[in-house]
């Protein structure tokens, strides 16, 4: 079946994007390519893409100040290509609003496999759409999620989330009170069944509360943690 997400892959290696590249059209998805961050950049803001495949080492601009440049901008979900030994720099990519990451060598499957679950959460989170039919805003105490119109408001002020981030937070204020543990939430969140590191949990709802916490200090604490299990919203802030 035909689609029409276009994929943007960064790699200052022509093998690299070129192994890429075949995979990826096999799919049938629309691939751009770009070989050092600034064109990276630069096709990034100026065209729409619904994925990007980042080498995290890039000749002058790296994949880290790429990601941070184009969320100043655009929510477009990142997938981050690291070398193994990288794992300060795949935490910081977290923090920069890096979506997921990949660990080269990589097998071509697993990359289809995380770019098809990015798309599949990312460009319409259908099985929240069809779940939530009958209350698609969510109304508490210092804060909205519009799940009709993909806005999150804190006392009034539109908030902007990654596509990740949205997800994880609509997801948890589903269900208040519910407690969920990491793992749980990388596999109905990020559909991760058999490999995903328990920090990417982490570091997005640190993301998450941080950018609540710059409006209200109320409306992130509802994202609450319970010590050794996991995370779970708190319909009413502490």
């Not at 100043?72 to 720099?89: Q, R, Y």
């Not at 977290?94 to 697993?110: A, C, L, M, N, Q």
Request: one cysteine or more; glycine letters at 4%; a negative charge.
């Amino acid at each position: 079946m035909s689609t029409d997400a276009k994929i943007l892959v960064v790699d200052d290696e022509e093998r690299i994007r070129r192994l890429l590249k075949m995979y990826l059209e096999r799919e049938e998805y629309d691939v751009m390519e770009a070989e050092n961050g600034e064109e990276a950049l630069d096709l990034a803001l100026h065209h729409e893409f619904d994925v990007i495949l980042l080498d995290l080492m890039l000749p002058g601009m790296d994949g880290i100040e790429v990601c941070q440049e184009l969320r100043k901008a655009k929510a477009t979900p990142v997938i981050m290509l690291t070398a193994k030994g990288e794992e300060a720099n795949r935490v910081q990519g977290f923090e920069v609003g890096t979506d997921d990451y990949i660990v080269k060598p990589f097998s071509p499957r697993e990359v289809i496999l995380r770019v098809k679950a990015l798309l599949r959460r990312a460009s319409s989170t259908k099985f929240l759409q069809t779940e939530t039919q009958a209350k698609d805003i969510l109304v508490f105490p210092h804060l909205t999620i519009d799940n009709d119109a993909h806005r999150v408001t804190v006392d009034n002020d539109i908030i902007g989330l990654t596509p990740k981030e949205y997800e994880l937070l609509l997801y948890l204020a589903q269900s208040p009170d519910k407690v969920f543990s990491r793992e749980q939430l990388l596999k109905d969140v990020w559909n991760y069944d058999f490999f995903g590191d328990l920090r990417t949990v982490d570091t997005h709802i640190k993301r998450l509360r941080e950018k609540l916490s710059r409006v209200s200090e109320d409306a992130a604490d509802m994202i609450s943690t319970v010590w050794g299990v996991g995370y779970k919203f708190e319909a009413a802030a502490k």
